[in-house]
């Protein structure tokens, strides 16, 4: 009778451990580019609320260059990494076959920003302008370049110059005329100093994007494509932890941001300003409730926006305006989803660059949407 | 006293003896390491124990380099680091040996400058790039600046060392002679201090590299730092190994020119002394 009981309590525990490591996260590096900043909002709210742990991740983060980031995931020393999609072509283009499998920022970044003086209603009058880029290569290459093609120009039309990432202090020293920048960023910082007078003769500036010209392909989660099939599982899951982490960002701002704050040493941290959010995101999680339309939703950004440039001054509020401005380019009806078109745009822009032959591998390889809510692909 | 040469050490050849194999092992044996690595990298390669995307194979490096060499990417780019290098040693070089030589003569000026010469020193070229780019401007000025802060510091330091350790002894000899401020300058500190100076040069030349690559990375344009930049955004790994290597040949180069001159200007030392 001892024995049998012994035997029920042993298979007993032996069940409660097993279940238990099925339940444990697994560790799983993220590879994020740039540095920790507030642009990364969803991945702190997948942490710090679990969005990542309700898929079965222990998250951590990792912040590399997007080459690093790329070819470590191919090669599989990290199993999902954030790269821009006009790297995913060139890569595979050299041989690395990894998948884009969620597209997170459903709008291009990139942009000219530009003195309001300056009349660039037509494009053509970028002809002979000095435009300042970081370099020629990476997302702001490929903008520029989309961009002057959709006005009939081209590099040699223009005086460009390559600043590094040092737009705000190039341009409003003078240097150049317009800089191309991340549209989400650098223009409220060129826009804060020029309100100051502290850009030279520049008091306002003005933002085209390239999205407003072309839809190209930008910023999302990749695997590589031996992990994809080992595992399609596990990117299922990690796809699900993002875009609930993403979508959550998206409909509560304030949370999102209040996430960053442990993540993110530099951001502003005044206890007013963290009552102010905490009370915002409490607000909007009751309003939630009621399962608003996505107008809606983008509408109470707008009114905390506004609420809380009434109580703090500009300074305060630029990270949070930057985390607003980049909700707006993640926002979509369908988070997660890419057209094949966009990645069409990406790679003519690619070929008359010089940085692709002409005629590459599938795009429909490059890319996949059987991961994203709603698809059966 | 005469001084022995390792010549007249009991035990060891003198030239003209036979087939020195040491000597000629020691000769060649950079060459074999070299050798040596290339086949261990072949080797690796070879076998895939490292993925060719982390590791391109040496085939795949020389073939990038022909290309590069033909199409004139790899020339352009190296003309460009190698002007950035040149005035930027000029300049950090001659700043260093001006202001090395009044620092020796004058201790005051220690005092006064050794803390932001120190500090300067101190703080990763890397972390204040950015701001000489802002200051300087996104063309050649800022990458010939940060070249040149790089090697002022082996200058003005090897200079300091080389003025003071001239032999008291002879200084007196001088002022016995009643030699002026430029004759003893001319005829004792310049020849005295050479050795010293040159090995700081030598440390020079090699950071000149380093501070042209820094000032590439950091504003973006044309040079070998560019080139990587622009190989690893086009995943052309084969092309940064060249790019880097180029870097290491240049730096190898230089490196050897100055002991080229060292060896001519200092044959004097090489004499046996009476």
Redesign the interface.
Known sequence: MLIFARLIIFAAMSLAIATSAQDEPVDERILLTFIPNVQFAPFYLGIEDGHFADAGFKVTLEHL???EV??LV??GQANFGIVSGE?VI??R????DVVYAFEWFQHFPVGLVYSSEVDLSDLTNLRRMTI?I?????ASYSGLTTLLGSAGLSEADIDL????F?AP??FC?G?VDAAIVYVNNEPLQIGSLASTGDCGDVRAVDVITVASQVDLVSNGLIVSRARLQEDPDAVERMVSGFAAALQSAINNPAQAYLASLRHVASLPAEESLVSALEMAAERQREFLVSNPERDAIAQSRRELAADLAERFDRETLTQLQVLLNTIELWDADELGYSELASWQAMRDTLESMG?LDKGGGKLQDAFTNQFVAGRDE | MMRKSLRDIPGKRKKGDGIDSGSTLRRISPLLTVACLLLLWQWISARELI????VPPPSAVFQAFIDALADGTLLKHAAVTLEEMFYGLLLGVGIGLVIGYAIAKAPLLENILSPIIVAFQSTPIVAYA?LL??WF??GIASKIVTTAVIVFFPTLVNTIVGIRGVSPNLRDMMRSLKAGRWQTFRHLEAPSALPVILAGLKTSTTLAVIGAVVGEF????SGLG?LV??A?????TPLVVVAVLTMTAISLTLYGLVAYVEWRFLAWQRRPRP
Not at chain 1, 93 to 96: A, I, L, N, T
Not at chain 1, 134 to 138: A, E, W
Not at chain 1, 161 to 164: M, N, Q, T
Not at chain 2, 232 to 236: A, G, I, T
């Open positions: 260059q997007e080459p790329l070819d191919a090669v790297q060139l890569a283009s050299r041989g690395r300042g970081p370099g020629r290569f990476g110059r390559e600043i590094g040092n202090e190039v020293l240097a940085f | 993925s060719p995307i982390l950015p780019v802002i401007g996104s950091v504003s973006q344009g560019y930049t622009l690893r955004n086009l995943y052309d």
